[in-house]
């Protein structure tokens, strides 16, 4: 009977052991692997344009204030009708009217004077007319209206809306990218690629395509998309 309990109890240590090497080999195993990266980059044309443009328009009574306000739209809306850009492009948004003597703290308590500041948004798909016409803003300037930043960016800004249309493809070209890095790392360690053990899409960002000091991704109609990712994969 004793023999037999020390067989039972021989065998059962050589399985232990047996399991606990083929435990401690997979582990060696499973922590031989290779971190990549793969990127990809598409330049771009922005599909929507945004102008804001915004005029002040002062006067010491409110009628006047109003007369100057309501020259310098119709300025503006001659001068968008040079440029072709069709009057629907056009919204009539914020409107401000300042009664300086209302505010105590302005310092000029003596003489009353009004403020009007409103703000035109032209919208369009057509972006090298807005381009073409932001150039030629300065005629604006010389046809007397004041025009105002006070609220936001003067320029244009440029938007791209077809992130979703070209992500596929830029996903499969950075997992290309890395699993050839992959390869290329297990040819010089002697190795053998394996099987992908973690994958990380990453962020994809809109850059200027001209990355100039203070000029914004927004301001310029052509740009670039760009993603990391990151993939981890087993090495045999």
Do not use: H
């Not at 232990?16 to 060696?28: H, I, Q, V």
């Not at 629907?88 to 009664?99: A, F, G, I, N």
């Not at 991704?217 to 670039?224: G, I, L, M």
């Amino acid at each position: 009977m004793k023999v037999v309990s020390a067989l039972i109890i021989g065998l059962c240590a050589i399985v232990a052991a047996s399991l606990l090497s083929d435990g401690l080999t997979g582990l060696r195993t499973a922590d031989r692997y290779v971190t990549v990266k793969g990127v990809a980059e598409r330049e771009v044309q922005a599909d929507l344009a945004l102008w804001p443009l915004r005029f002040v328009a002062t006067g010491a009574s409110l009628d006047e204030a109003q007369n100057k306000a309501r020259n310098s739209r119709e300025a503006i809306m001659a001068f968008l009708k040079l440029q072709a850009i069709d009057e629907s492009s056009v919204e009539l948004q914020r409107l401000d009217v300042t009664d300086t003597r209302a505010n105590p703290y302005s310092g000029n308590n003596n003489e009353q004077q009004y403020i009007i500041n409103q703000s035109l948004m032209i919208r369009s798909t057509d972006i090298d007319r807005i381009r073409q016409a932001a150039q030629n803003v300065s005629e604006l300037v010389d046809s007397g209206v004041v025009l105002s930043s006070d609220y936001g960016p003067s320029g244009p800004t440029y938007l791209f809306s077809g992130l979703n249309e070209i992500k596929p493809a830029m996903i499969a070209e950075a997992t290309a990218a890395a699993r050839e890095s992959a390869q290329q790392f297990a040819r010089d360690a002697e190795a053998e690629l394996g099987g992908l053990r973690r994958a990380n899409q990453g962020v994809f960002q809109i850059l200027a395509r001209d990355q100039a000091p203070g000029v914004s991704e927004q301001q310029q109609p052509v740009k670039t998309v760009r993603v990391v990712s990151t993939f981890d994969y087993y090495l045999k």
